[in-house]
């Protein structure tokens, strides 16, 4: 892989934790300036925390590799590894942040709990095939030695 491949790569992860990490902080303050009690709302918040940490992680860390390969127009297999680190993160955090959507809507009411946690669980079970996918490919692409 060359220097302005994984330039591209981190850009691209970067503005996709950086955008997804927004909304679930976005979600987040709002669920805390409603200033409601109860196990549901608190479970509901606390998921939303987790997926803005975890996207922040991932944020932190595919901008700082950017830079570091940027500066010095070299690849680092540690920083390979970083970001492999940082691509697992991003996905835990969309199945965290589609848990606290699912769980959202039973804030609201029960009809909305119900329609959010499908659409929650359907959308899990898609990005989880996805991802699956993906890595079928890429495992029959990898060279064997």
Known sequence: MTVDLVLQ???IYAT??????????VA??????MEKKGILFTTTTVLF???TFMFLLAFLAFVLTYAVVAETNRLFY???????YALFDTYGAIFVLLAGIG?????RSRAAGIATTVMALVFSCLSGTVLVYVFNVLASAAPVQ
Do not use: K, V
């Open 16 to 25: 996709l934790a950086g955008i997804l990490g927004g909304f679930a902080f």
């Open 28 to 33: 987040l303050m709002q669920l805390i300036e």
């Open 103 to 107: 769980m959202s809507g039973w804030i």
């Open 78 to 84: 540690d920083l390979g590894t970083l970001g492999a």
């Open 49 to 51: 925390a987790l997926a």
């Open 9 to 11: 790569e981190n850009g």
